[in-house]
């Protein structure tokens, strides 16, 4: 391959990439606008079932307590509700631990991957 071939070539390639680069952006900007979007709406969503969820088991837990206030079975129903919750507490760690998290801009990810197969078939 002759010189002039090979700085054709890297001309072209050096177009390609300042092309791309702009795509890049605009995409960089679609793609952060929809994970703010849906980061957003998934942490209102589990704030909301949080708050919710801690009042509902509060109450319920009240209620258990207060119905067996004055039985002989008062204080083995007050460890089993703290029981519960710490078994609870325990699961809820072990699925927040087990979950794969979310994948940011992956289509900006594969874009610029796709380029990359491209210039290396480009340049062999």
Same mark, same amino acid.
């Given at each position: 391959?002759?010189? =002039?071939?090979?700085? %054709? /070539? ?10 791309? &680069?702009? @795509? ?13 979007? =849906?980061?957003? =709406? +998934?942490?209102?969503?589990?704030? !909301?079932?949080?708050? &919710?969820?801690?009042? %509902? ?5 009240? &209620?258990?307590?207060?119905? &067996?206030?004055?039985? !002989? ?16 507490? !325990? !699961? ?6 087990? /979950? ?8 900006? /990810?594969?874009?610029?991957? @796709? @380029?990359?197969?491209?210039?290396? +078939?480009?340049? =062999?």
């Amino acid at each position: 391959m002759s010189m =002039r071939s090979k700085v %054709t /070539q890297w001309r072209n390639v050096g177009r390609f990439c300042i092309e791309r &680069a702009t @795509d890049y952006g605009e995409l960089l900007g679609v793609e952060l606008e929809g994970t703010r979007k =849906r980061l957003v =709406r +998934e942490l209102c969503a589990l704030v !909301a079932l949080a708050v &919710a969820g801690l009042f %509902t088991l509060s109450f319920v837990c009240i &209620a258990v307590i207060a119905t &067996a206030w004055r039985t !002989a079975y008062f204080l083995p129903v007050v460890w089993g509700v703290a029981a519960m919750w710490l078994i609870l507490t !325990a !699961a809820s760690l072990l699925v927040v631990r087990t /979950q794969k998290p979310g994948r940011s801009l992956h289509v900006l /990810q594969k874009e610029i991957r @796709d @380029d990359l197969d491209t210039l290396k +078939e480009a340049l =062999r």
